[in-house]
């Protein structure tokens, strides 16, 4: 009887010690549980900061390289300016709209402006900022972004000017400082082509 007394008592110490126990097991996973989320906290944002930074260089990297297929210098390389207009059957186009906007690093319009090109490369032709905003032009074709063409015909014909001088193409035509371009499609007569020629030869060049 004495042994079993003996053995309850003992029983009821354990169980007594049991609830410090888990208080202690606790503690410890909760400090652990912590610590571990202290490291997280430092570790997570580390990581992303790595991430951003990769980004960072990788797009900077890939824009000065030469864009594949072209004979393009690297973007910066030059940064030169002119002015330029295109119309079809008497209207020109706005290209100040947003939609035409910066549409390619290496030569576009910018600021709301759709007067002033910008090349920021050496080698780019006329054609490609034509090219970047959906359009398209050929010796004898332009193509607005809704596939529609304006082709010479005999009646109605494609003409292309580089400083108020005819030139037979314009596509692979790489700009100098202060160029003026005009591109014109229509049925028209000399006296309209030269109002054309002097309103393109008051337009600022924004640089």
Known sequence: MKQNKKKDNNSKK????????KREDK??????RKRRNRNLMIIVPAV?????????????????????????GALGSE?????????IDGVKLNFSEPKYQVQSKYIHVENND???????????????????????VTDSCFTLENKTSYCSDGKSNLEFYVNGNKTDSIANYVIIDDDRILIVYG??????TEQDLDALRLTEIKK
């Open 14 to 21: 354990d169980r007594a010690l049991d609830p410090k126990k």
């Open 27 to 32: 503690s410890y996973f909760a400090v652990t």
């Open 48 to 72: 992303a900061a790595l991430l951003a930074i990769m980004a960072y260089a990788i797009t900077i990297y890939s824009e000065n390289l030469e864009t594949p297929g072209q004979n393009f």
């Open 79 to 87: 940064h030169v300016h002119s002015a330029f207009a295109v119309k």
């Open 114 to 136: 759709g007067n002033t090109l910008h090349r920021h490369a050496t080698g780019v032709p006329v054609g490609e900022f034509f090219k970047s905003v959906g359009m398209n």
């Open 187 to 192: 049925n028209k007569n000399e006296m309209e």
